[in-house]
């Protein structure tokens, strides 16, 4: 696959990937920057303003954890409204996938 399309790919799915690893537990950025990196070789650089970007559009907020290896850490939570998007983006995700391997398996 082209380098091109594949980084388009993970960008349209990184949103949603960001908000399911949310709706299991608060996390700190680095932490989902670490999964995400490992899980679909992901940049870190791309993770952190993807969070202020949800934090400013109402979808995670924010709160400090005392740490005992240094400052405090600041963990991301979803919001209700982060909640609704996620539902919404995971419903319109299993549709778009459902249709796109249905394609690919019929061309093959």
């Known amino acids: 696959m082209p380098e ?12 949603l ?4 690893l949310l709706s299991h537990a608060d996390n ?4 989902i920057a670490s999964r995400l990196t490992k899980d679909i070789d992901m940049g870190e650089g791309t993770i952190y303003p993807l969070m202020r970007r949800m934090q400013s ?9 005392e740490s005992q290896s240094g400052p405090p850490r600041k963990y991301y ?3 209700a409204a982060g909640r609704r998007s996620f539902e919404q983006q995971k419903a319109e995700w299993a549709t778009f996938s459902n249709a796109v ?8």
């Open 57 to 65: 559009d109402g979808l995670v907020e924010t709160y400090l954890v």
């Open 77 to 79: 939570r979803l919001t």
């Open 101 to 108: 391997n249905a394609i690919v398996g019929a061309a093959a």
């Open 4 to 15: 091109a399309i594949e980084i388009q790919l993970k960008k349209g799915v990184l949103a």
């Open 17 to 20: 990937c960001v908000l399911a």
């Open 28 to 31: 700190y950025a680095y932490e």
